[in-house]
């Protein structure tokens, strides 16, 4: 499964940008604004505004433009220069800072100087190790009563099953995956599930609040968004949200509906 090099290779050097800087990935609920206003935002709205907020994995801006209003300081972190650069030139301003980070850590930031940390749509191809790692340096980032929203892999929760798919003939497995016979991994992460994400923040001494497991495509809820905090108390709320798909349908045909033609 993806290492950071694999990734630093694919984002970088490899995945063609050019004609929609991430854009086709919000094709499922018909745009990046339905999905930021109908996805991202109801989940994280409690958060905002926040003094200083630290995205991980912007890519080239997706979530960035919807995050400015609502901070003094955006700090963007993302292996490929590539795409800090095009942040750069596309956030120019004096409240937005682009780092080219190593996938593992945020030795750039200053300890207990973060409001609020978002990761969307990035981490799901983090392996455990660098999540780890990435986890310790949220914890030392964060402000006490500060919060992360991270969007991670939970592929580890069906380990076996993708063990086992990923065994077959590749022209066998893509067969069955193209008629829906067998679930897509999504290139996720496998080592990584909810569970385990749990129990490293819970070690880290870093409280979560939520943790909702999503399908992305397939039926199997192979994505988690966990929220979490420092200096914080709650009792974890766990929810298994199989509709995920089909309130993104729902959501893309209600906007194509009422569009100005």
């Not at 070690?203 to 914080?232: A, N, Y």
């Amino acid at each position: 499964m993806p290492t950071v090099e694999e990734n630093y290779e694919f984002w970088n050097d490899r995945f063609d940008w050019s004609n929609h800087r991430g854009d086709v990935w919000s094709k499922q609920w018909g745009s990046p604004t339905n999905q930021w206003y109908w996805c991202v935002y109801p989940r994280i709205r409690r958060q905002l505004p926040a003094q200083t907020i630290l995205e991980i994995g912007p890519g080239q801006g997706r979530w960035t433009r919807f995050l400015l209003p609502y901070c003094d300081r955006l700090v963007l972190v993302d292996i490929s220069p590539r795409c800090i650069e095009t942040c750069r030139e596309r956030f120019s301003s004096e409240s937005v800072e682009g780092h080219v980070g190593d996938g593992r850590t945020l030795s750039f930031q200053k300890d207990e100087s973060v409001d609020f940390v978002l990761s969307f749509e990035s981490l799901i191809h983090t392996e455990l190790d660098d999540l780890t790692s990435y986890l310790k340096e949220i914890a030392r980032v964060l402000k006490p009563g500060g919060r992360a929203f991270l969007h991670h892999s939970n592929l580890a929760h069906y380990e076996r099953y993708y063990r086992f798919v990923k065994g077959l003939p590749e022209t066998l497995r893509t067969t069955l995956q193209g008629r829906g016979v067998v679930d897509f991994d999504g290139w996720r992460a496998l080592s990584v599930s909810g569970e385990r994400v749990r129990q490293l923040a819970e070690q880290l001494q870093l409280t979560v609040h939520s943790q909702e497991m999503v399908p992305w495509g397939g039926k199997r809820l192979i994505d988690c968004f966990t929220s979490l905090g420092k200096g914080t108390t709650a009792e974890t709320r766990i929810y298994e949200n199989r509709e995920f798909v089909e309130r993104a349908r729902e959501v893309r045909e209600i906007s194509q509906a009422y569009e100005m033609r």
